[in-house]
């Protein structure tokens, strides 16, 4: 039976999360639109930041799309276009481990550079730390269910439960009960992916709406050293 913690959990904090999504998002746009990007270290350290960003980033693109394809794609999409229950689960599995292991690991290399570096922690703030630390929670709990209750428990069908209920807050129908009888640890899992966007407007997250279109056309920029600039002015 559904009770009323289910619907504060699964109706109320979802629609709440939205609202301060939009709300804050026009707010941050409008108080501060020059805030509206991610602090860079580069200049304090460069290696372990290329590295660990690459991991993260490209990782997390192909964590994102899984979750498209996992919870906004209907399952018998997948039938129509002869993919099985079987092959679908396998493709989650070791996709969505990939993905997660190579995003996580370059979270973690993140993480580690800006604790052991004395420049680098003295000038990250709370945010920094709570945007890392937090998509650090949301991606192990992801994996935990990818690779831990598959491995254990078997394959959970999220399409026709998770998915749906998904898919029902936009219809603004919410079905309550499909996430009531989940398991704990998508439970789990799904409460921290609405504080992660919850979070998106106050903090570097923000960053991630603006994706820099105009660099796929734009020229590139090309740098001389003052020398040859010399040089040049001297013929």
Known sequence: MVSTLDYFLWAGIPYLTIAIFIVGLVLRFDRAPYGWTSKSSEILEKRLLGIGVLMFHYGFVFVFIGHLMGLIIP???YNQIGINDVQYHELSLYGGA?????SISGLIILIVRRLRNPRIRAISGIDDFYTLFLLLFVMSAGLANTIGFTLLIGPYEY????GVYIRSLFMLQPQINLMAYAPLSYQ????????????IPFTRLVHILSFPLPYLWRRYIVFRSLNS???RANK
């Open 75 to 77: 399952d018998w999409v």
């Open 159 to 162: 399409r026709t439960t998770l």
């Open 229 to 231: 600039k010399i040089k």
């Open 98 to 102: 990939t993905a997660g292991l190579v």
């Open 188 to 199: 789990v899992h799904v409460l921290l992916g609405l504080l992660f966007f919850a979070s």
